[in-house]
């Protein structure tokens, strides 16, 4: 099987009509950052700023993951971020398991492409897919796993950072791990 690149594989899902998502949509948010990244954050679904932008966490909560980044010396070029979903679901509502269903293979070939050294689930929708069905952000935040040979771990994602400040401090002590593997632990 011969492997595409990033760029191929962008092509390929922006005209996806494997689901109902398609018909809302304003673009597909693929991803976007270092193809060659060491950290890699995967979020659950687009919201509507990135649904208008094309660009994943722009917002409010893409605001405070790009503090979280400065903190720990890293920016978006020097990352990769993705989505369990590449379309907004209406509403903002989370994104439904046969949805993710839909696009999980698109974000398996990311991240063969990419080969992260870490890749960081932003939020238990993602941690629950990709790490655990009963994960708990709350508890296992920073926790990192060995899953299919990918070292990935939970944290809060940044809209719930937002709603509740008091947990930044625990999601600091995250990135500082991010940024162990980041440097090449």
């Known amino acids: 099987m011969v492997q595409k690149s990033l760029s191929e594989l962008k092509n390929e ?18 991803g976007s950052g270092n193809e060659n990244a060491r950290i890699m ?9 990135e649904d208008l932008s094309g660009i994943p966490f722009v917002g409010r909560a893409g605001q405070l993951l790009d503090k979280f980044l400065e903190a720990i010396e890293l920016d978006r070029e020097s990352v990769y971020i ?10 903002n509502r989370d994104p439904r398991p046969e949805e993710q269903d839909m696009c999980i293979e698109y974000l398996r070939e990311q991240v063969r492409i990419i080969k992260p050294s870490l890749i960081v689930c932003l939020g238990r929708i993602s941690a ?9 952000v ?3 935040h920073g926790e990192v796993y060995d899953k299919n040979g ?36």
């Open 138 to 140: 709350t508890k296992q």
């Open 128 to 136: 629950q897919r990709l790490i655990s069905p009963d994960f708990k």
């Open 82 to 91: 993705a989505n369990m979903c590449k379309c907004r679901p209406p509403s």
């Open 41 to 49: 954050f995967i979020g659950e679904a687009p919201g509507e700023k």
């Open 13 to 30: 899902v922006s005209g996806c009509t494997r689901c109902e998502l398609c018909k809302t949509r304003t673009n597909v948010v693929f």
């Open 150 to 185: 990918f070292n990935i771990m939970g944290t809060f994602h940044p809209a719930a950072l937002l709603r509740n400040p008091n947990q930044k401090p625990e999601a600091l002590k995250d990135f500082l791990i991010i940024k162990e593997y980041a440097k090449g632990l």
